[in-house]
């Protein structure tokens, strides 16, 4: 199973990317995704988040700006990001709670990391 992340690049302040996070392999069910960043010299920190169920949950510095969303068909989640700053330049990550086919139990899987930068 891997986690493809894409869709980053360079944007201006007040610009929109839109990222995208996809499962392959041998997939038999998600649970929760969840997209997180991590900017020059700071830690990691959860961006947003989104239950199979669709309930979600933003970080404060996101919300009404940032909208998470899945695809369970395609096996692929998304982060549109509108309004952007230059503080929401990082690398972003995504990740997921994979459950393979033949096992039972769910299991953290990461993207790569695509790069987002905001210039003022």
């Known amino acids: 199973v891997q986690l493809q992340a894409s869709g980053g690049g360079l944007a201006q302040a007040g610009g929109s990317l839109r990222l995208s996070c996809a499962a392959s392999?041998?997939?038999?069910?998600?649970?929760?995704m969840g997209w997180y960043r991590q900017a020059p010299g700071k830690e990691r920190e959860l961006v947003a988040a989104?239950?199979?169920?669709?309930?979600?949950n933003y970080a404060d510095s996101v919300k009404g700006r940032f909208t998470i969303s899945r695809d369970d068909a395609k096996n692929t989640m998304y982060l549109q990001m509108n309004s952007l700053k230059p503080e929401d330049t990082a690398v972003y990550y995504c990740?997921?709670?994979?459950?393979?086919?033949?096992?039972?139990?769910?299991?953290?899987?990461w993207g790569q990391g695509t790069l987002v930068t905001v210039s003022s």
């Open positions: 392999g041998s997939v038999f069910s998600i649970n929760a």
């Open positions: 989104i239950v199979s169920g669709g309930s979600t």
């Open positions: 990740n997921a709670g994979i459950r393979r086919h033949g096992y039972s139990g769910y299991f953290t899987y």
